[in-house]
């Protein structure tokens, strides 16, 4: 069971730092996600951390997003700054298998006011 964990409301340009665990172990982990989804819209890729480290971001977020994760701990993280009002989302995490199934974790809530 993976649970997000992190999110809030915040001002524009303000800063949240998401996290999120898997019961999981390092053999087992392929790469480790975040998504997100807007209301009406579908979800999508914000970021993903292989298990050796390579990130890559959405275009919308880089340089205002870092992802990050602790394998001793199996917890990825999503520190976002200068947070805009398209940012207000549910993220999601996901850490992906090696076989590439999917663990999906419950959401949690991201509001940027403006």
């Known amino acids: 069971q993976l649970q997000a964990s992190g999110g809030g409301l915040v001002q524009v340009g303000g800063s949240l730092r998401l996290s999120c665990t898997a019961n999981?172990?390092?053999?087992?982990?392929?790469?480790m996600d975040w998504y997100r989804q807007a209301s009406g819209r579908p979800r999508e890729l914000v970021a993903r951390?292989?298990?050796?480290?390579?990130?890559t971001y959405v275009d919308a977020v880089r340089g205002r997003f870092t992802i990050s994760r602790d394998l001793a701990q199996m917890t990825i993280y999503l520190q976002m700054t200068d947070l805009k009002p398209e940012d207000t989302a549910i993220y999601y995490c996901?850490?992906?298998?090696?076989?590439?199934?999917?663990?999906w974790g419950q959401g949690t809530l991201v509001t940027v006011s403006s």
């Open positions: 999981m172990t390092i053999y087992e982990v392929g790469t």
């Open positions: 951390i292989t298990r050796g480290g390579r990130t």
């Open positions: 996901n850490f992906r298998n090696s076989d590439y199934s999917d663990n």
